[in-house]
């Protein structure tokens, strides 16, 4: 069971498995873009996270890449999420107040926004200050706005020649590795579960063999793209969560031969490191789903090096020179 608005009141019933203990993602509902009634103004937007969530840590990459740091500002959620939602908690280390609206928990945001909202409270969320209303707040859509809608000091995450391919390869890892951890953590049943770890981790040794010939997941391998940020948001949480705590263990990223260095190169991106909060991302984890780790022990381990060499620069490509800036 997880939390929930049905007509702008507060549940804590929503069931999240279907009837063959599938995970159930609820779909989200703000589904506006940039453009004609959103223009792409710097200053007017604002940004809600989590540092814990991997959907908001793909965001926030984009915005950090991009250097949007000064067009659209951003604030940070607390990663325990209690019963009430997303708090914000800026007495907590890499957490910030509501520098917008003031809120002390992010679902005042959703009924700002609309009164009867039903729905769950999720991040990112894209804020329009000029509307006092939120624009989007499905992730994949975010990311793309920013990186087509601004302009990025030259960093191109979503080249208009291989979006197609960008496009194909994002659908492509959703439900399998995405989506693939959750339907495996939160399944209702022992098959459900099976098929969810089987699929992700078929997905994860066809990508390890894509990523030993190439730097990157799509086009020449040559570019950094959406792509890559939408696989890493995974990946840099799996060893650390989703091996223990959604019992996808069948392996590790690390034991990879191509992914794991694949993970380091893109943590050493300029404008990528400051966005992972592993602290914030296990506090969240372990201690939010007291369903599946009822005792909220935060795993220790593993110790993982990130900063290590990757030896993926003899690949073709290079990362985008960014600015590096506070996020």
């Given amino acids: 069971m997880v939390n929930t608005f049905v007509d702008g009141e507060w549940r804590t019933d929503y069931d999240m498995q ?8 609820q779909p989200t509902t703000f589904r506006d873009r940039l453009g004609e009634d959103y223009p792409a103004e710097a200053g007017r937007y604002h940004l809600y996270i989590s540092r814990a969530c991997p959907w908001a840590h793909g965001a926030s990459m984009v915005r950090s890449l991009m250097g949007l740091e000064d067009t659209v500002s951003m604030d940070i959620v607390d990663p325990y999420r209690d019963d009430k939602g997303w708090q914000f908690t800026p007495e907590k280390d890499d957490c910030t107040p ?18 009867n909202y039903t729905g769950r409270v999720t991040v990112p969320v894209l804020w329009d200050r000029e509307e006092g209303t939120i624009v989007n707040n499905e992730s994949i859509e975010v990311m793309r706005m920013f990186a087509d809608a ?3 000091n ?15 390869a994002v659908d492509a890892i959703y439900d399998p590795v995405n ?47 959406l792509a890559d940020l939408r696989m890493f948001a995974t990946l840099v949480r799996f060893d650390q969560v989703y091996h223990t705590h959604f019992k996808c263990n069948k392996r590790l990223v690390q034991q990879y031969e191509n992914l794991w260095p694949y ?21 969240h984890y372990y201690t939010t789903h007291t369903d599946i780790n009822p005792t909220a022990f935060v795993a220790v381990g593993p110790d ?24």
């Fill in 18 to 25: 279907d009837d063959d203990g599938e995970f159930d993602r």
């Fill in 98 to 115: 509501d520098t917008v609206n003031g809120f002390d928990y992010l679902g005042e945001t959703y009924l700002e926004a609309d009164p």
């Fill in 150 to 152: 601004f302009e990025g």
């Fill in 154 to 168: 030259g960093v191109d995450l979503y080249p208009e020649d291989i979006r197609d391919e960008i496009d194909e």
């Fill in 179 to 225: 989506n693939g951890v959750y339907r495996a953590g939160f399944a209702g049943t022992q098959a459900a579960y099976e098929r969810a770890v089987g699929e992700l981790f078929t997905a994860l040794d066809q990508w390890d063999a894509v990523l030993a010939d190439q730097r990157y997941m799509v086009g020449d391998g040559e570019r950094l793209t």
């Fill in 263 to 283: 993970v380091r190169d893109i943590y050493q991106t300029p404008g990528v490191a400051k966005t992972v909060n592993m602290a914030h991302i296990k506090e």
């Fill in 304 to 327: 993982l090096d990130f900063e290590a060499d990757h030896d993926r620069d003899d690949l073709p490509g290079e990362p985008p020179a960014t600015p590096v800036a506070d996020v």
